[in-house]
């Protein structure tokens, strides 16, 4: 499996802007597909965003579309989550997932990935 490890996490007010980071290490990155989910107090995880293998396939919950992007840079082992306009409600722990599947498919449910990191606690205050 691989480890990951998210950062860039915070507080931020409504319309502002972060940046997520999920650092990858332990095998061929650029054989994994990568997914976004959170999880807000209360709530199941729900799934945000993946990415397929080599970036060049990815998809977005309705919720977050034309607001977030996914994207990774495999010589850095690295997946990435802009987040722009946010909102209260995209408050929750940020939580990237890697899967082993080169090639165009990408999971986008919780029991699809086999490899998860500790979370990035991301809070947008009104």
């Known amino acids: 499996q691989v480890q990951l490890v998210e950062s860039g996490g915070g507080l931020v007010q409504a319309g502002g802007s972060l940046r997520l980071s999920c650092a990858a290490s332990g095998r061929t990155f650029s054989n994994y597909a990568m997914g976004w989910f959170r999880q807000a107090p209360g709530k199941e995880r729900e799934f945000v965003t993946a990415?397929?293998?080599?970036?060049?396939?990815?998809y977005y919950a309705d919720s977050v579309k034309g607001r977030f992007t996914i994207s990774r840079d495999n010589a850095k082992n690295a997946v990435y989550l802009q987040m722009n306009s946010l909102k209260p409600e995209d408050t929750a722990v940020y939580y990237c997932?890697?899967?082993?599947?080169?090639?165009?498919?990408?999971?986008?449910?919780?029991?699809?990935?086999?490899?998860w990191g500790q979370g990035t606690q991301v809070t947008v205050s009104s």
């Open positions: 997932a890697a899967r082993y599947a080169p090639g165009t498919w990408y999971p986008i449910r919780n029991h699809e990935y086999n490899s």
């Open positions: 990415i397929n293998s080599n970036g060049g396939s990815t």
